[in-house]
């Protein structure tokens, strides 16, 4: 039975470096989402998590994570990867860009959801960044 979509909850999946994580990611998104009654939110909050998680796989060399956040009908979608260095900015989609295979992610994240950020993260020798989009009920 879903619980209650108005009561906070936070999650944290950390993955390891392996492609294949990508997708242990967006089926444990959607089964958090749907015990949590969120279904709704699934398939864009599945795009935008495959971003940002793809993006922490695929320009980094250690483990990432990603953490899952809902709180005052906003879903958090965040990632966590070991690489201090902002990421590459959000390119405006013209033809080469939509012809291309790799290099949309932060547009479409930029696209669907309603804000997005980044900060770098530094706890003791653990250094990295932390890159969030948030995604409303409504």
């Given amino acids: 039975m879903p619980q209650n979509a108005t009561e906070p909850w936070e999650y944290t999946l950390h993955i390891p470096h392996d492609p294949r994580a990508v997708t242990v990611c967006r089926r444990t998104l959607r089964l958090i989402l749907t015990i949590h009654g969120l279904i709704r939110l699934t398939d864009v909050a599945e795009l935008l998590a495959t971003e940002l998680i793809s993006n922490a796989v695929r320009h980094t060399k250690g483990s990432a994570a990603l953490r899952l956040r809902w709180r005052d009908g906003v879903l958090r979608i965040g990632a966590w990867d070991a690489n201090p260095e902002p990421p590459d900015p959000a390119p405006a989609l013209d033809q080469a860009s939509l012809d291309a295979e790799t290099g949309r992610g932060l ?9 997005w950020g980044w900060h770098p993260l530094a706890r003791g020798a ?7 989009c948030d995604l409303g009920a409504a």
Avoid: M, S
Wanted: hydrophobic content about 45%.
């Fill in 107 to 115: 547009t479409l994240v930029q696209a669907c959801a309603d804000v």
């Fill in 126 to 132: 653990d250094r990295g960044k932390y890159v969030w």
